[in-house]
């Protein structure tokens, strides 16, 4: 069984466009995150969600909206997607005491034309 | 802000050989470290953590020491096998941080046969 799952796996997708990313955990984990990873590797924190409240918004345009309709889903809208938002986005969630680990999905690879 | 810096790669060697990838960080308070790896094409998985001082994480003949007196928590296998071939990443979760993860940009190895 899956236990972070995110659909779609590619996206490709011309500037302008609004496009959505699901994300999905069966774990039943309280705290769920999106990350950008970009052509460098490099990684870094989105937003995180606790019981589907906003806990963590770091500088992220505001074309970029998560939604989180329960614990077990954590959504990310992009409005008027630019070439720099090609990268891979990868949805996370962990449980309980905040060092704990936290499951990675295996990403989506977006790509704005 | 916290911060972490680990060693550039790519990092190339050939199976039985020793590694060591270096990791440093700045942080606020007492931060828990973690390494993560991401094999080709999938997400990140949890490696091993450490919570505290002195405190040593292990997994799959990995290691790593949390030293709080040089603020590093590298990450070391005695005898390296071409499946570890993947990227690194050295991470910290801090309160002072509301408890994010704040990766490395990552090392990339490659073992050769």
Partial sequence: DTAVSQTPKYLVTQMGNDKSIKCEQNLGHDTMYWYKQDSKKFLKIMFSYNNKELIINETVPNRFSPKSPDKAHLNLHINSLELGDSAVYFCASSQGRPNNEQFFGPGTRLTVL | ?113
């Fill in chain 2, 1 to 113: 802000g916290d911060s972490v810096t680990q060693m550039e790669g790519p990092v190339t060697l050939s199976e039985e050989a020793f590694l060591t990838i270096n990791c440093t960080y700045t942080a606020t308070g007492y931060p828990s470290l973690f390494w993560y790896v991401q094999y080709p094409g999938e997400g990140l998985q949890l490696l091993l953590k450490a919570t505290k001082a002195d405190d040593k994480g292990s997994n799959k003949g990995f290691e790593a020491t949390y030293r709080k007196e040089t603020t590093s928590f590298h990450l070391e296998k005695g005898s390296v096998q071409v499946s570890d071939s993947a990227v690194y990443f050295c991470a910290l979760m801090s309160g002072g941080s509301n408890y994010k993860l704040t990766f490395g940009k990552g090392t990339l190895l490659t073992v050769n046969p």
